[in-house]
């Protein structure tokens, strides 16, 4: 039995609306109670502070952030603005950021260590395209992303958490089989092993793409998935709240 938290992140991505987000609070507050888990909402930088304000049985997440000082650097945030409005929890190395806006292995790991050093935890993504899965590299990926997160951070990872989301799972109605996302999970945390046994067994490692009300426990019941980062079901706070209702202790 892991002495794990499981942890459950909404992962709003680019959706959202004052009304809209105000009404999905309420939602979530008047059945937050009693969760066996730990939940972050990572809300879109705008509402970042609105979402503070009204936020009742969860942390306050972003999706992103600058690995850059503050400075002139426009339409950046740096991780100083998030820690000034009250997240606790940033999302680095989303597949789509990776994907639409070219971030690199080492763009990532410079992001968790910024999130780090400002005190806050990171969500470190890791995943493998349905091209890499499909031509037997998916260990391949997965390893040499999470290495250039341990090279620069190490086992101060532990202190956040690492989130695997297979690309080709994310959005489009496919997910990995429990069997899938655990094997990969198993092969992440034993690369954390090798440099810090301690620090691997105290790591969250999280699955994401297409997690669901009618999936999340069999995938939640898996030796080394330690909760779920959740994007399009998260919308829905009933959805959402029935994923982290999945969870087993």
Sequence with gaps: MTLRRPLVAANWKMNGSRGANAAWLDAFAAR???LACDVAVCAPYVYLADVKQALVGAELGAQDVSERDPGAFTGDVSVQMLKDVGCRWVIVGHSERRQWHHESDAVVAAKAERVLQAGLLPIVCVGESLAEREAGRT??????????V??????????????????????????????QAQEVHAVLRAQVAE??????????VLYGGSVKPGNAGELFA????????????????????????????
């Design 195 to 204: 440099r810090d046994p301690a620090a691997a067994a105290d790591l969250r």
């Design 150 to 179: 341990l090279d620069r951070i190490g086992e101060t990872l532990a202190r956040g958490a690492l989130a695997y989301e297979p690309v080709w799972a994310i959005g489009t109605g496919r997910n990995a089989t429990p069997q």
């Design 139 to 148: 260990q391949d990926v997965v390893r040499t992303q999470l290495a250039a």
């Design 32 to 34: 937050a109670r009693g």
């Design 222 to 249: 898996q030796p080394d998935i330690d909760g779920g980062l959740i994007g399009g079901a998260s919308l829905v706070a009933e959805d959402f709240l029935a994923i982290c209702a999945a969870v087993r202790t």
